[in-house]
Nanobody, 125 residues
């Protein structure tokens, strides 16, 4: 089992920045992928970004490239999502997720089975 706890959400003005954190515990993450998803009211949960724990391979949704950056700290088992140039449409609950992944060279966007409870991000105009 993997337990995930998000933090760092809040209220920010458009153009501002936030850094979300996800602390993982429960098992060794060496063969895992970690990801961020988000869900706005009335919409489906959507992929934001992912990173492979072992190799640090990253993937970011095209609509967020250049603004969002994912990273991980293997010493503290923490994944981060740095969000810059935030827009009101980025308002959502952001979820951290994890899955076993034996892939090399790429990181999956689907199939995540471990989820955190989410952290609210609100961007005011």
């Amino acid at each position: 089992q993997v337990q995930l706890t998000e933090s760092g959400g809040g209220l920010v003005q458009a153009g501002g920045s936030l850094r979300l954190s996800c602390a993982a515990s429960g098992r060794t993450l060496g063969s895992y992928a970690m990801a961020w998803f988000r869900q706005a009211p009335g919409t489906e949960r959507e992929f934001v970004s992912a990173i492979s724990w072992a190799g640090g391979i990253t993937d970011v949704d095209d609509s967020m490239k250049g603004r969002f950056t994912i990273s991980r700290d293997t010493a503290t088992n923490t994944v981060y999502l740095q969000m810059n140039s935030l827009k009101p449409e980025d308002t959502a609950v952001y979820y951290c997720a994890a899955r076993y992944s034996s892939h090399t060279g790429w990181v999956p966007r689907t199939g995540y089975g471990y989820w955190g409870h989410g952290t609210q991000v609100t961007v005011s105009s």
